[in-house]
């Protein structure tokens, strides 16, 4: 089967994989159906996460059940499904509190390259949920979206507790902060902050329910969202970047007693203790526990109340995923859905 | 008047200072009843905080008001009051969201000197609590620690949310901590683990609702708590200490999903973002808004319910502070109070 396969910083292939098998008895087989790349994959196009061996790329997916294991029993051949990129086995202490991702049994599936045209996911019955039929073709992008990046939003501004009577302020527009934007206005956040300089963008943000933009950045931006919230900051910030200057720009935007939710892949990042001591801000975030939302998320998608697919801007055959990498790495694409 | 102002490190002495009086109308001067030394003095007797000029020490305090400022209304002379170490005007929205030690208007009322016969207290409306009547002399030490080492210990067991079915973990054993373990009883938690090496403070922590003892630190402590939590870590640790091996000891003690109430002053704390992305804590802290607590743990003590006074095991008249300071400096007292 052809799959995408990164060679070096900026050398991304499409090339024949060993079609994958089931390994063990609590997997499934599916063929992909679309794919996606994502914002953290550019970490290695970019050679910010070091490139030691042919890796197989991708971790976003919805597909067809081809073959399940002999324990697999709630999935079936045939279903259209939508997983994660952490296969949890659902039951588990840490998987009932909500936090699949952290899952005892958790199996990182985009070890196997989502990337690809078939994929094998571990933990099928724990990882996976069917739709109740196979959706129509419009509906993919946005299924698709909720595999990570629209959960992954979600999950940010979940942590950042949105909701009702909050001002909200997202740092970082690719697609997780976009979909941020769309989470917030769903969880019922009174208005909406999109910290973002791109005009594309800003106007996907405000169609996703944005209320101000703001174009600042840095201190500048700090002082900017609380010009907006009377001099105390944002209830609630979503932190969708994972550098130094993001992770503190949300940190110093919210105002004591508030929330940080933070979903953007830390990378080199170090909180200074005192500050956060005295900032009196609630934080969490991390990977984001996709499963625990992936139920609600499809019915608002498959009910037609949220349209998160809207993020991909390009969308291209697998053979050219390399091209897909390269509009993502010059910003030319927020999101580039692949079809193998 | 007679006060303690630290002149270096190791170095407080006990001498004549100006009696304060009432500066702005909002403020109330108290005739100070008790005050004690805290943990955080220590910083200044160790001389890890410098020490650039003779300062008054001591924002730990219980009184009888003197006089109030024109504007004063709720609190009268006469009243005894607890107040905590930042005055708040309890009305902003900070204030009313439970975060007064961030109060937009407010003061370090430790910048006056508690350890002394007289205190100034700014807001005095916003600050202090009076008790319906004055209290019996045997309350007198517990209602002190409400004034901040109860109420720290309070916010920490609140922000590392213990609570009932929660398995919460206490790092750092001085009388934070022990008092962090009190508040995780009072507030239902199932099963509570002190983390400490001496045995009068590991006996107190059994009085005070502890169910496990771990007398292990670091990667050891952090092994510990995992095994007596079927591998996985509490559901909250409170961290009462405020060096970087206490945060990550406390971190890693947490499941996934869980909670850290940090309460300790950071000093040097640098936290790895990548590992906190990874762990799923959530994270809270800082200094503790005693006034919203205030109130609650007023009835605690004067109904008997609970008895906070215990940590101080050490009373000195206030001639005596450098006295104080040494036997905690040394660790031959958990807490020292001063009776002016």
Same sequence: chains 1, 2.
Wanted: glycine letters at 12%; hydrophobic letters at 40%; proline letters at 6%.
């Amino acid at each position: 089967m052809l799959g995408a396969v990164i060679h070096a910083p900026g050398d991304v292939r499409v090339e024949e994989r060993d079609t994958p098998k089931i390994i063990h008895p609590t997997d499934a087989v599916i063929r992909t159906v679309a794919a996606c790349v994502c914002g953290s994959d550019l970490w290695d196009y970019r050679g910010i996460n070091p490139v030691t061996a042919p890796t197989p790329m991708g971790h976003e997916y919805v597909g067809v059940v081809e073959e399940v294991g002999d324990q697999v029993t709630l999935i079936k051949p045939g279903q259209f499904v939508i997983g994660s990129f952490f296969a949890s086995d659902n039951t588990c202490e840490i998987c009932r509190a909500g936090y699949q991702s952290s899952c005892v049994h958790r199996e990182y599936v985009g070890a196997g390259g989502a990337q690809a045209e078939r994929l094998r996911v571990p933990l099928a019955d724990g990882t996976l949920v069917a739709t109740p039929e196979p959706p129509t073709e419009d509906l993919i992008p946005s299924l698709l979206a909720a595999s990570d990046v629209l959960g992954t939003g979600w999950f940010g501004a979940v942590a950042a507790e949105a909701g009702p009577g909050r001002t909200v302020a997202v740092v970082g527009d690719g697609a997780v902060g976009l979909l941020a934007v769309l989470a917030a206005r769903q969880l019922g956040a009174e208005r909406i902050i999109a910290m973002s300089r791109h005009e594309d963008r800003q106007k996907l943000a405000v169609e996703f329910g944005a209320t101000d933009i703001v174009t600042e950045r840095g201190d500048e931006g700090v002082a900017k969202v609380k010009e907006l919230t009377g001099g105390l900051g944002a209830h609630s910030v979503v932190e969708a970047v994972g550098t130094q200057e993001s992770m503190m720009q949300a940190i110093r935007s919210t105002r004591p007693g508030g929330h940080v939710g933070y979903v953007g892949v830390a990378h080199g990042v170090q909180l200074p203790g005192e500050e956060l001591f005295y900032s009196h801000v609630h934080l969490h975030g991390g990977p984001a526990p996709v499963r625990r939302f992936l139920p609600q998320l499809i019915d608002l998608i498959l009910s037609r109340t949220i349209d998160p697919g809207k993020v991909f801007d390009l969308t291209l055959p697998l053979d050219q995923a390399a091209d897909a990498y390269k509009a993502m790495d010059e910003r030319r694409a927020i999101k580039a859905l692949l079809r193998p």
